[in-house]
Nanobody
Framework: QVHLVESGGGSVQPGGSLRLSCVIS????????IGWFRKAPGKEGEGVSC????????RYADSVKGRFTISRDNAKNTVYLQMNGLKPEDSGLYYC????????????????????WGQGTQVTVSS
């Protein structure tokens, strides 16, 4: 059973930074895709960034390009999301997810109920 635990969320002022972490346990299988997603109240969930096993460069949503950086530490089974220049519209519940498959929608990873998700970590950006 795959288990994902996110951490690192919090409340920051606009322009601030946070680094989210996602520890993946329970499986030594390499996943085809690993990503960060977010959900804000009243809005649809969206993919923020993801890494595909078949690609060398990560993918980012246009809204976060140049501000967010996804990375992974295979030795620690951990995926990170460094978020700089945070804006109020970045607020939401951030989830990490992994999948044995590669599904793309609008150039961003798409994952669903058949994939593995963490419980989420809250990010609030306000002055």
């Amino acid at each position: 059973q795959v288990h994902l635990v996110e951490s690192g969320g919090g409340s920051v002022q606009p322009g601030g930074s946070l680094r989210l972490s996602c520890v993946i346990s329970g499986s030594t299988v390499n996943f085809a895709s690993i990503g960060w997603f977010r959900k804000a109240p009243g809005k649809e969930g969206e993919g923020v960034s993801c890494i595909l096993a078949i690609e060398t460069e990560p993918r980012y949503a246009d809204s976060v390009k140049g501000r967010f950086t996804i990375s992974r530490d295979n030795a620690k089974n951990t995926v990170y999301l460094q978020m700089n220049g945070l804006k109020p519209e970045d607020s939401g519940l951030y989830y990490c997810a992994v999948s044995h498959n590669i599904n793309l929608q609008w150039n961003m990873c798409k994952m669903g109920s058949d994939d593995y998700w963490g419980q989420g970590t809250q990010v609030t950006v306000s002055s």
